[in-house]
């Protein structure tokens, strides 16, 4: 049993004020195989105390310094790769050789896009040629409350402690209880790398006790967010009362665009796309919009690749998916897979259940629902799981009404081989981001979405700016 019970305060690592201890469970087998201890109240105030204290001198680092820390930080971070994505695979289910070829490389990815925007970035700017003597100042906000999930650890974690270091913020990590191990492990690196004590502190917890907390903390400048739009409801209306800044990553419904011109890996691709990392991503294309001429050999063929997709526990090596994380997301999937049933979807692979031979662990049978229509619950919740709805559209304006026709914009994604169109489905798709023929957004692309997925930018340039305030200043020297 691995015992991770201390909180990592003003650069050391502390016992809780109240020992609450709370079990970590491999998904792939169902036992306990670790134990944290949750944080309360004293834990939470401790960390922001370090926080607020470490911040005037952090906050005034040259930006230089801050940069020879982080790149510090990724050295120290890949020295501890196999060891990291042990951790992700224990805890979350990820196959281990996804976490190690996925997982953990996501990591290392933003460290070094962020490290070359702030190598570019502009703490102090011009305000333009009208006004030689005014200048915009780019500030730290101050100490960052950071609540991240457990379906891409580090992906989330580096998204937000990376920037609000090369920044001058100060911070407190909440990573999800069910997937604490990688945090653990990145806040050993951090220590390893030699921050400075209280720039950053750990404090492990669940979201009604630590979350909360942190949201309405008045020592706390801002938050930043990833997980459930329910959570990030309830946090902005938690910050409300002290006006903190909230940047959320939530949840997303992507469409998937198919046109009848698109290319013949098209379908395979946007099923892979859904059920990978067991279709627990936020921008999985989970609803796939095909045009009614291709629409049977489409089902068909996403039956065929859903069908090819192996499942597996986590800890074998090979090309599968895994588990889902936990007994309530299995149930939830579970009673979503049924209710599509209920409603009348036509299921052409998969169904409720585990797969054949998987008699323990949280494992799901890759799904495919045809013939589904855009109200049903399938088409409309965000399911978090390998499931996938197919859905006939007869014109180019019925695909994007369809698509838009949801709470939420996070991804969306468009197969077709017409510029003309790929431009209007660029223009026309309400998300945050738009994917179009597999081609992935480059380094630094900002991630983020609109309407219920959220607000703020991570990522690049824009993910240095969600950190910081904007300062005008008037009469400042002539360099």
């Keep these: 049993m691995i015992e991770k019970r201390q909180f990592y305060i003003n650069g050391g690592w502390v016992d809780p004020?109240?020992?609450?201890?709370?079990?970590?469970?491999?998904?792939?087998?169902?036992?306990?195989v670790a134990v944290i201890s949750l944080g309360g109240q004293a834990d939470t105030d401790a960390a922001v105390a370090a926080a607020n204290a470490a911040f005037p001198a952090w906050s005034r680092t040259d930006p230089a310094e801050r940069i020879a820390h982080v790149e510090k930080i990724l050295e120290v971070y890949e020295s501890h790769a196999e060891e990291m994505a042990q951790a992700m695979s224990l805890e979350m289910g990820a196959p281990i050789d996804m976490s190690r070829n996925s997982q953990v490389p996501s990591g290392n990815?933003?460290?070094?896009?962020?490290?070359?925007?702030?190598?570019?970035?502009?703490?102090?700017?011009?305000?333009?040629?009208?006004?030689?003597?005014?200048?915009?100042?780019?500030e730290p906000i101050g100490t960052v409350a950071m609540i991240t999930p457990w379906n891409w650890p580090m992906n989330q974690v580096t998204l937000?402690?990376?920037?609000?270091?090369?920044?001058?913020c100060t911070m407190v990590l909440k990573p999800s209880e069910i997937a604490p191990l990688s945090s653990v492990l990145f806040s050993e690196i951090l220590h390893e790398a030699g921050?400075?004590?209280?720039?950053?502190?750990?404090?492990?917890g669940d979201g009604v006790g630590v979350g909360s907390q942190l949201s309405a903390h008045p020592g706390v400048d801002m938050v930043s967010f990833t997980g459930s739009?329910?959570?990030?409801?309830?946090?902005?209306?938690?910050?409300?009362?002290?006006?903190?800044?909230?940047s959320l990553e939530l949840g997303g419904k992507g469409a998937n665009l198919i046109f009848a011109d698109a290319d013949p890996k098209a379908v395979r691709r946007g099923v892979a796309h859904c059920m990978q990392n067991t279709g627990q991503s936020c921008n999985a294309p989970t609803r796939m919009l095909v045009e009614r001429s291709v629409y049977d050999q489409t089902v068909e063929a996403a039956r065929e690749a859903a069908e090819n997709i192996?499942?597996?526990?986590?800890?074998?090596?090979?090309?599968?998916?895994?588990?889902?994380v936990s007994q309530m997301q299995w149930d939830k999937v579970q009673g979503l897979i049924q209710k599509g049933i209920d409603e009348g979807a036509r299921l052409v692979a998969?169904?409720?259940?585990?797969?054949?031979?998987?008699?323990?662990?949280?494992?799901?049978?890759?799904?495919?629902?045809?013939?589904?229509?855009?109200?049903?619950?399938?088409?409309?919740?965000?399911?978090?799981?390998?499931?996938?709805?197919?859905?006939?559209?007869?014109?180019?304006?019925?695909?994007?009404?369809?698509a838009n026709d949801t709470v939420y914009g996070l991804t969306n994604y468009a197969q077709t081989q017409d510029p003309a169109r790929l431009k209007r489905m660029a223009r026309q798709l309400r998300a945050g981001m738009v994917e179009m023929n597999g081609q992935g957004r480059g380094r630094g692309s900002p991630f983020g979405g609109v309407k219920q997925s959220g607000n703020g930018r991570e990522g690049g340039e824009w993910g240095l700016e969600d950190f910081l305030e904007v300062k005008a200043v008037s009469g400042y020297p002539d360099d």
């Design 17 to 32: 004020a109240t020992p609450n201890d709370f079990s970590v469970i491999d998904p792939s087998t169902e036992e306990a």
């Design 109 to 138: 990815w933003h460290i070094e896009n962020f490290l070359t925007a702030a190598r570019e970035f502009k703490f102090i700017r011009p305000l333009g040629p009208h006004a030689p003597n005014d200048r915009i100042l780019m």
């Design 160 to 168: 937000k402690v990376i920037p609000a270091l090369l920044t001058g």
């Design 195 to 204: 921050l400075p004590a209280g720039v950053y502190n750990m404090v492990n």
């Design 229 to 246: 739009t329910r959570a990030g409801i309830a946090i902005s209306k938690a910050a409300a009362d002290t006006l903190k800044r909230v």
């Design 310 to 324: 192996k499942v597996a526990p986590a800890h074998d090596s090979g090309r599968h998916i895994g588990p889902l």
């Design 350 to 402: 998969g169904g409720t259940g585990r797969p054949e031979g998987l008699n323990r662990g949280y494992f799901t049978r890759p799904t495919v629902f045809a013939d589904v229509s855009p109200d049903m619950t399938i088409a409309r919740e965000e399911i978090f799981g390998p499931i996938l709805s197919i859905i006939p559209f007869d014109t180019e304006e019925d695909a994007v009404r369809i």
